[in-house]
């Protein structure tokens, strides 16, 4: 196992009606700003089940937080914290919102141009705005890490920092908040989480072994789960544990004291930034021709996965491995993803903008082992046409 | 899946060498008590390693914390941080030493009656000292959690109590440290830690297939690595694997969204109590029989447990529920712990006495059923015998 620190302040209220539990969670006196995104929270009611356990507070809105959150949009926001003289924000929606809170609480009271806080990886970042999540949408798990990722429209970036500045001091998960979604998004949430946990778990043995049963569990779940996940009505239970899923996938726990990959996610940031791609279609077109390229090094954790997670026991080891390649590839096309840069439209002629976008933001090696060059890079998009 | 809260602020400093960066872990004007067991912490050179990394920090030491902590023992340390104005906690030992500082840390303000703090089950702890640990034995998970088991000399009473003010701040886990311990208490360890899984989901299913998944992981561990971690010279990998299974055994996770038992812990108390038998050894002896007695409301965990555990996909219910028990049974015995009551020399002569102590602390309905009754008690203690 390899040496780690792990520490994980967050407070989650899991189950349904815990939205009334946002009184006791922030103080009385607070000047509330809360943050969303389209419209959607407040046709579904949410906002409103919101403001109204907010009770007596003083509260502010700021809707019109995007898929990817940018830097132009959230300065708004940031602009209307310092006006307003807000002490405590509330996101309310999915990952992207929730994202766009963590850089609007670091930047509030940050000297320079907070451009800077994305582009240091979020070292620069000293303090933060108290802020809490009303999570309504399972995928990113950023209602319980202290990850964001933030992108400009101006540069057609898509950056990630991380600060322990930024956990949100409470995430409220309600599964029946997820209800009113439509299937394409609790489809890219399965594959976004199941991502999570393959770029944490596909790389390399170092004998961590509560870790990587703890992986499979997740993603043995996800398996599990996802046809009635996304079935209507929509089923609590399933619901549930996708919620709790994709919360666990990326709150830093697998990811302790063992190497991690995310080869495929700055890859897959670069074809959103470019081509406006849906985040885990990215993922799910970059990642089973990553693993096939990288089929050498991550071998070991290729066959076990191979075995543990699709019961995969019988063959050579390239036979096991192409597969349990296959079978991931197909997990993520029977919720609906498509995993070919074709099905969204890219041909070849693309792999060279991707290329440049990822030497312009220093992802010129990457991976556990730092050989993903930009060689392999092209190889992987070449794999994935 | 159960409602939940849940909430866990201890910051995990795992890998070899890390008692060095105690420095960056408590302030540099702190007055440090350090609290620690019997003299193997220093024979061992621990406490000098702790002691060097605490630099210039006024310190002062309070040893001779017993196996089972004891309130009259550690009335003497609250008389201590008292009288020199300590203000951080040092725990230096396994899960006993932990358990006494959570009490020392919530007595030393508390205006009333200290023992009132683990009878009321914690409810009256208002705040307490900030205080971290160095884990030198993987068992009871104290070293991530809010809980604490403390006993009473004068009236043989051994209690839990649990408070959010008593999480430890931080806590270092360095698996060498667990080298020099004699094999009985790796031993103890690993059944306890295993214990301490099945009490949180050998119950009845709620759909929480992640908590399911995980608690599996942890016992599929143990299982795979207990030989190992056993064996003279001690294997870094294996400790590690036990030290961070034994944490996450016990640190809210698996249990939070779940039913949970705990009674064999209850009844396995007031044997230590009573008898003065090792805490783990006294769940080898209650918890297979009362996996025997409670069959039919646990019958489908009990299945899943043996199939996906030991194996066991033959067979009628009550055949596999049997095999599943004997596995369970033969795993503790293969560590080297006895689970008869006959083996620690008491017969049928110290059930009443046994079921006058669980009435005494008002443990007369248990169970995740709350069906345990001093009747059911009695059964699973003549199942023991």
């Known amino acids: 196992m390899l040496d780690f620190e792990f520490c994980n302040p967050t407070k989650i209220l ?24 389209g419209e959607s929270a407040r046709r579904a009611g949410t906002l409103d089940e919101v403001i109204q356990a907010l009770g007596e507070r003083e509260i502010h809105e700021f809707g019109g937080i995007e898929a990817n959150p940018t830097f132009e949009t959230l300065m708004d926001a940031v602009e209307l914290v310092r006006r307003e003289k807000i002490d405590f924000l509330l996101a309310v929606g999915g990952g992207s919102v929730i994202d766009g809170v963590k850089f609007v609480a670091a930047a509030v009271s ?4 907070p ?23 399972s995928a990113t798990g950023s ?28 995430s409220i998960l309600d599964p029946s908040k997820t209800f009113t979604l439509p299937a394409r998004q609790v489809a ?10 393959i770029e944490q778990y596909l790389t390399y043995p170092v004998e961590a072994r509560v870790q990587d049963r703890f992986a499979e569990g997740l993603m043995q779940t996800l ?3 996802a046809p009635k996940a996304m079935e209507e009505p929509p089923d609590y239970d399933a619901r549930a544990n996708l919620m709790w899923v994709a919360t666990l996938a990326l709150n830093g726990l697998i990811g302790a ?66 597969k349990a390649i296959t079978k991931s590839r197909g997990f993520f096309e029977e919720v609906g993803l498509k995993t070919r840069m074709s099905d969204y439209d890219l041909g070849p002629e693309a792999i060279d903008d991707v290329l440049r976008q990822l030497e ?23 794999g994935a046409l």
């Not at 899991?14 to 995104?37: C, H, M, N, Q, W």
């Not at 994305?118 to 809490?132: L, M, N, Q, R, T």
């Not at 021709?289 to 070991?300: F, W």
């Open 115 to 137: 451009w800077e806080l994305v582009e240091s990886g979020g070292k620069d970042i000293g303090s933060a705005v108290s802020f809490g999540s009303v999570l309504t949408l």
């Open 223 to 225: 398996i599990e789960i």
């Open 14 to 37: 899991f189950g349904r009606g815990t939205v009334a539990k946002l009184d006791g969670e922030i103080p009385s006196s607070a000047r509330v700003l809360i943050l969303y995104g």
């Open 257 to 322: 004291g063992v190497p991690q990959d995310w080869a495929s996610h700055r890859i897959g940031h670069e074809l959103t930034a470019l081509y406006s791609i849906d985040h885990a279609r990215t993922l799910a077109v970059v990642m089973p021709s990553l693993l096939n390229v990288c089929r050498g090094t991550k071998k070991a954790k290729l066959l076990q996965y191979g075995e543990r997670i699709w019961n995969i026991t019988e063959g050579e080891d390239d036979e096991r491995i192409d």
């Open 110 to 113: 940050y000297e320079g141009d």
């Open 188 to 197: 890219n949430g399965i594959v976004d989480a199941f991502s999570h946990v």
């Open 143 to 170: 209602e319980m890490n202290s990850i964001s990722v933030i992108s400009r429209k101006e540069t057609q970036a898509k950056l990630a920092f991380a600060s322990p500045h930024v956990f949100p001091q409470f």
């Open 360 to 382: 312009t933001h220093d992802m010129v090696v990457m991976g556990e082992r730092d050989d993903i060059t930009l060689d392999v890079s092209r190889r992987i998009l070449e």
